[in-house]
């Protein structure tokens, strides 16, 4: 593949709630209806190629075909106002992928998630003969980075778990909570039989970007069209740092956890 291909700026948006009528705490993550409707407008004006974030990390992975100008909408959390958005985007042909917290599926509670109606288990399957392809976002919501190990390995299997249950076929993409992840997370998440992982960043995801990190730009209240446009266009945000920089950024943080041990150990 060119190298420069890796330098193409490939925007994998991430939305929350499309309402008219957000309660208080999810105001700041909502859109309207209108305004979702300009967005996936403009996303085909744009030429984009919708595909799910399972689709596109198979197409980088050379197991399918890339399209030229790809794009990735995402939702996170599982809010009940995703139906009415799920048929927005059927309307105009667009798949998605949607992280659905599991805790409320089964009247578990959740921890810093806005409190608003929530989709049910039974509201899935059709979901996805709508183009929407079903992801795991934890259990409880958490930040799992800094969870006990024992409580991270079961935010990322759990989910999984109940929704394959629900679903009756692999759930292979995962959303960290809150975007939060560290090195031991993002290898759980691989080692629990997940194909790919997104994080939030704020920046361009790539063909080079991490596929258990994947990059992510947030479309909240006050986000314009214009601005989600220029995302779009490949414009008005950064790239995320490639995956060669990222392993060569966490080769150098074990080497300086090595070298941690060992000043210690020359301590005793
Ligand atoms: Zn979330």
Redesign the pocket.
Known sequence: MPAERSAVPIPILSFHSVTDRPGPDLATWSVTPARFGEHLDCLLDEGRTPLTVTDFVAAVAGRRELPERPVMVTF??GYADFVPAADQMAARGIVSTLYV?TGPLVGSPTVG?PIAPMLTAEQLAPLEVLGVEIGA?SHH?FHIDVAPRSVALDEIGRPKAILEEVLRHPVTSFAY??GSYSVAVRDQVRAAGYTSACAVRNAFSSIADDPFSLARLTVRDFTTTDTVRDWLQGRGAPIAPNRERWRTKVWRVRRWAAAGDSRRQAQR
Do not use: L
Request: charged share 25%; proline share 12%; no cysteine.
């Open positions: 996170d959390d917290t998630m976002h919501h909570p809150h």
